[in-house]
């Protein structure tokens, strides 16, 4: 008899994610009213797409004590998508999920080393997961910032054309107020009169995907696999009275970007 190999496109998988200290999923970075958190952008703001987005999306699972987990999805009805979905997205379409334009970047959080207010350093912060044979893996806290551009990236956009790439400086944004009222101040880490320097990053990046590629996951047949059990008028509608754009799909110069990297991935 030969030998029994173990084999699979799990343990594939497995052994792709575990490698590297990569993750299996993408974290979301976002405010509760109150929060403040310390993060650096790792995409610069000229390559901040515009996407057409469903969030939060209601799917059953059992595995929480809510029965629902929440997913993001990219509408297929976003630019960068028409060609393959034809302008057509179960989501809208039959599930009558509400899409909402949102400029999406990748980000780590940092966390800030304090002598009294001063802040002197920064570093990755890190989540610990034990995993089933014991071994604790250390992932760091990067993840996809989903933000509307009004309050939130407008101010980045700006600070971009007129001083220079965000990514060079550390970032920490407060969050004052919920829904409708919500505000967002932003400063950049300083120890009195100087700049804190980011802590390095090269070897984190590695292992960070490319915001296209998880975009692209984001809007992929296995995600939308997902979506087949949803039942019409499952969803609640976050929009207020607002009725999704259904000419509202992106344009301007981001989303065109946009498309144009999607298509070159598409190619390989
Ligand atoms: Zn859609």
Redesign the pocket.
């Known amino acids: 008899m030969g030998k029994q190999f173990r084999k699979g496109t799990d343990l594939i998988k497995q052994s792709a994610e575990n490698k590297g200290g990569k993750r299996k999923f993408t974290r979301n970075i976002y405010w509760k009213p109150g929060d403040v958190k310390t993060i650096a952008f790792l995409t610069a703001a000229e390559e901040i797409p515009k996407v057409?987005?469903?969030q939060m999306v209601r799917i059953p699972d059992d595995r929480f004590e809510s029965g629902i987990r929440y997913e993001t999805?990219?509408?297929?009805?976003?630019p960068s998508m028409s060609d393959e979905s034809g302008g057509e997205?179960?989501?809208?379409?039959r599930v009558e999920?509400d899409?909402v334009e949102r400029f999406v970047a990748l980000a780590v959080e940092l966390e800030p080393i304090k002598e009294g207010k001063r802040v002197t350093g920064l570093e990755v912060m890190h989540d610990t997961v034990t995993k089933d044979d014991g071994e604790e893996v250390k992932y760091p806290r990067w993840g996809i910032i989903i933000q509307a551009s009004k309050n939130f990236f407008s101010y980045f956009a700006a600070y971009a054309e007129s001083q220079g790439d965000i990514r060079e400086v550390a970032w920490t944004i407060e969050r004052e107020g919920g829904s409708t009222d919500t505000k967002y101040h932003q400063y950049i880490v300083t120890n009195g009169p100087r700049v804190v320097e980011l802590p390095d990053l090269s070897e984190m990046m590695e292992n960070i995907p490319a915001l296209e590629d998880l975009l692209e996951e984001m809007g992929s047949e296995e995600k939308y696999a997902q979506v087949a059990e949803l039942d019409p008028g499952s969803q609640p509608s976050f929009g207020g009275n607002k009725k999704?754009e259904l000419a509202g799909v992106p344009s301007g110069d981001r989303a065109d970007k946009f498309a144009e990297i999607r298509q070159v991935i598409e190619g390989y």
């Open positions: 057409r987005l469903h999805f990219l509408c297929k009805k976003d997205c179960e989501l809208c379409d999920h899409a999704p």
